[in-house]
């Protein structure tokens, strides 16, 4: 259980996923291609996201049942590199990155290691901007119909990376925001069902951006429920490379 919640955060910005198919949609057809780019463009125009060359975002991690708290800080910046670290009140701190070439993990459990696989994809598709180049990142993408989601439609695209399982992701059928996520995030490359709900979108700096994300945890035993709270982003401050480059030890 330490190890999962430890991992929750990276499964928000990128990951590989699988989930049941939904029912077919009554309402007038739109390509998944055409799904993804409206809900792309609802968090704000390009040229706003180009214009943020780094982000550091910092919150708190909660899986209340479990009686398990902490922080997380996500650091981010182009091209491509990311770093979260996880603390977590008795399990210890959990740092996993991506310096634009290599992707590591530290965690207490099994140490340094070295990210490959659809671990190593993932992490190459957590960058700044990347739900805007979402066609650079997966071989296959369709539409799935409709779900309710929140007693809303929403549209369902699946979306299937070049390595890794496939996404499925959930957007308002109004308004086109993002509305769920679900996902098989890989841990030491075991599988870790994974839904996301994120919502509290704020406008920083002319982009949305979620500032709470539950997140339900599929086992055997049952869900675990996560929450994110995001207290504050900043973004285009300085970060050294050498932030996300993989620890000797």
């Known amino acids: 259980m330490n190890r999962i919640v430890c991992f929750l955060t990276l499964a928000i910005w990128a990951g590989a996923a699988a989930a ?17 780019d409206r809900g792309a463009a609802v968090l704000g125009p390009k040229a706003a996201w180009d214009r943020i060359k780094t982000t550091v975002m910092a919150g708190t991690i909660e899986a209340k049942a479990q009686g398990l708290s902490g922080t997380v800080v996500v650091k981010a910046k ?9 603390t977590i009140k008795g399990v210890g ?23 490959t696989g659809a671990e190593l994809s993932a992490a190459q598709r957590a960058a700044i901007g990347a739900h805007l180049e979402w066609r ?6 369709e539409r799935a119909g409709t779900k309710k989601i929140g007693g809303r439609d ?9 390595i890794g399982r496939m996404t499925i992701e959930y957007y308002d059928a109004k308004t086109f925001m993002p509305v769920r996520t679900d996902m098989v995030t890989e841990v030491a490359g075991l599988p870790v069902p994974i839904e996301i709900y994120p919502s509290d979108f704020r406008k920083v700096d002319g ?16 869900p675990v429920e996560v929450m994110v709270r995001i207290g504050s982003v900043k973004n285009n401050g300085p970060i050294p490379d050498t932030a996300f480059a993989m620890p000797k030890q």
């Not at 049941?20 to 993804?36: E, F, V």
């Not at 701190?93 to 990210?115: A, F, M, N």
């Not at 982009?207 to 049952?222: E, H, I, N, T």
Request: charge should be positive; aromatic fraction near 10%.
């Open 154 to 162: 929403a549209y369902v695209v699946r979306l299937s990376p070049k």
């Open 78 to 86: 182009r091209p491509g590199r990311f770093l979260v670290e996880q």
């Open 207 to 222: 982009v949305l951006m979620p500032f709470k994300m539950r997140q339900r945890v599929l086992q055997s035993s049952g």
């Open 93 to 115: 701190t959990t740092r996993q990155g991506y310096d634009g070439k290599v992707g590591w993990s530290k965690d207490p459990e099994q140490g340094l290691r070295k990210l």
């Open 20 to 36: 049941q198919p939904a029912k077919s949609a009554k309402k007038p057809s739109l390509t998944a291609a055409q799904i993804m």
């Open 136 to 141: 650079k990142y997966f071989a296959k993408w």
